[in-house]
């Protein structure tokens, strides 16, 4: 890298990768980044930074992380490692994880929400159909999240009553059975103290969820807090076969996870695009450092998209402001991702400076 980056030295390199490439530098620097793209102007026309989305990317494991990755069915015989990742509305990611293939997503839902350092305020979140449990959607109402995954097979997804399926003989094919209220009565205080652990950071939620996925059936709490979940999924099935805004921006929310998905992709080229580090720590630095990346070129897009916009406008060109939103901040196509990365003092901007657009082409 030393040898790529005129203005630096593989001394200082090293200096600077023994004394701030640490998990919490990396939080901090991504949640400075996604504070500024979030309160720059712009960026409100792609949203207002209340709800988000999730999903994981999957890199394969080569060279000597062969014998660290894991072995998924979905994804064939190769080993690799997933990177869950938590984008905003206005396509910030604002937290990563690297995770293990073979894990559920579900498992790392809550980390993004309850643990980033930015100043966003998620209220509703966006998981595909490997991001939900019933454990997932009782503790998401806990903890003041409204949850909506997209479920595949919906329709085989049965509903929990109060009283008898006697009682709706028009629902009678959607229902399964009554929740356990007494159940939940009982259990309701560990409910709670659980929680409000979670919120509290005493324990993570992935660490809980994992417990509670494994913990035989006769465990109180883990049937009591399914059960809680149960009614949330119940509630939240009538409401997406009624409410079209909110399929719609469920829809939204995974389709601008999935474009943060392709523009990743691209950035991580080194070595063909395959983690080959062999300790896990090492394997996380990397998960961070490319979500650092691509946060940095969300907001770098955000900044010049509106000053593109301006221009043109300069010009007399009308531009319908509604039309904004429809644009993206994850096109890659006018970055050099390869080539030397010059640091020199000399060639950086002054504060509040710019470089300059593209010419634009006249039109008559």
Known sequence: MAESCPGTTYAKLSWLQAWHIRD??????????VNA?????????WGDGTTSSSDGQRFKAGGRAESTGHVNPKYGSDPGRMIYTHISD??????????NVGIRDSTYVLD?????????RIQEHYTDTNGFTD????????LGFRFAPRIRDLADTKLYIPGTPDDYPTLAPM?????????????????????????????????????????????????????????????????WLQDLQLRRRTHAGLNKGEARNALARSVFFYRLGEIRDRSFEQQRYRASGLNLVTAAIVLWNTVYLERAVQALM??????DPAMFSYLSPLGWEHINLTGDYVWRQSNKLQEGSFRPLRPLPEHS
Not at 24 to 33: F, K, N, R, V
Not at 37 to 45: D, L
Not at 314 to 319: A, E, N, T, V, Y
Request: charge should be positive.
């Open 37 to 45: 793209q979030s309160a720059h102007g712009f960026a409100a026309h």
């Open 135 to 142: 454990h997932v959607f009782g503790l998401m109402n806990l």
């Open 314 to 319: 300069g010009r007399g060109m009308s531009i």
């Open 24 to 33: 919490e530098t990396y939080s901090q620097g991504l949640a400075d980044l």
């Open 90 to 99: 206005q396509y910030a990611p604002y937290h990563s994880k690297l995770v």
């Open 175 to 239: 229902i399964g059975s009554a929740y356990k209220e007494r159940l939940i009565r009982s259990h309701w205080d560990e409910i709670l103290r659980l929680a409000t652990s979670i919120r509290q950071g005493t324990v993570t939620a992935s660490l809980m969820l994992r417990k509670l996925g494994s913990y035989p059936r006769q465990n109180g709490l883990a049937v009591a807090l399914r059960e809680v979940g149960g009614i949330e999924r119940t509630l939240f099935t009538l409401d």
């Open 112 to 120: 993004g929400l309850l643990y980033h350092e930015s100043d966003l």
